[in-house]
T-cell receptor, first 115, second 111 residues
Framework: DAGVIQSPRHEVTEMGQEVTLRCKPI?????LFWYRQTMMRGLELLIY????????DSGMPEDRFSAKMPNASFSTLKIQPSEPRDSAVYFC?????????????FGSGTRLTVV | DAKTTQPPSMDCAEGRAANLPCNHS???????VYWYRQIHSQGPQYIIH???NNETNEMASLIITEDRKSSTLILPHATLRDTAVYYC????????????FGAGTILRVKS
């Protein structure tokens, strides 16, 4: 089991550029979550999917952020255009569909720096 | 989901038991207590969870009071590698239900 795989591990981009973060959940996990972590705000849930369908995107900060899950093995989080305040570590997590009280498995995160 | 209260930081001597408290006085009957930890620069890691009975696994023990208004995570023999932020979370256990993190407790294990 390779765990939740995120790419890239680090991303440095200029303000105004489009940024795409990628996540491959654990095979068989039907729920996928995107989190953002900063020193000021801690860990924030941005959006989550069940069976590839977005369930709650109330944590997405603004329209510049969008997330997709085209199939059970892949999800993207896109920021367009990026701004310096988007600098943070972005985590993806997955959990099984049929084990309601099972823990989440998190990826190693993508550290985004917008200059 | 019910809110939790944890001390902002704690210290523990290496080799001793680390006891991390959590208050969740507004917990509902169908809400579980979950513990996660985050070691510096890594993603959060699931530790243990429970409903009303005490639980133990290879990582830790979870003690929940009879009225379920508080709990304690016990690391029986803390090592330097246990230095991390520990999060106590209360949530209803249904599939895909979101996990909301608070500020947690910074545990420093010292030699």
């Amino acid at each position: 089991d390779a765990g939740v795989i995120q790419s890239p591990r680090h991303e440095v981009t200029e303000m105004g550029q489009e940024v795409t973060l990628r996540c491959k959940p654990i095979s068989g996990h039907n729920s996928l979550f995107w989190y953002r972590q900063t020193m000021m705000r801690g860990l924030e849930l941005l959006i989550y999917f069940n069976n590839n369908v977005p369930i709650d995107d109330s944590g997405m900060p603004e329209d510049r952020f969008s997330a997709k899950m085209p199939n059970a093995s892949f999800s993207t989080l896109k920021i367009q255009p990026s701004e310096p305040r988007d600098s943070a570590v972005y985590f993806c997590a997955s959990s099984p569909f049929d084990r309601a009280n099972y823990g989440y498995t998190f990826g190693s995160g993508t550290r985004l720096t917008v200059v | 989901d019910a809110k939790t209260t944890q001390p902002p930081s704690m210290d523990c001597a290496e080799g001793r038991a680390a006891n991390l408290p959590c208050n969740h006085s507004t917990i509902s009957g169908n809400e579980y207590v979950y513990w996660y930890r985050q070691i510096h620069s890594q993603g959060p890691q699931y530790i243990i969870h429970g409903l009303k009975n005490n639980e133990t696994n290879e990582m830790a023990s979870l003690i929940i009071t009879e009225d379920r208004k508080s709990s304690t995570l016990i690391l029986p023999h803390a090592t330097l590698r246990d230095t991390a932020v520990y999060y106590c979370i209360v949530r209803v256990a249904k599939y895909g239900n979101k996990l909301v993190f608070g500020a947690g407790t910074i545990l420093r294990v010292k030699s």
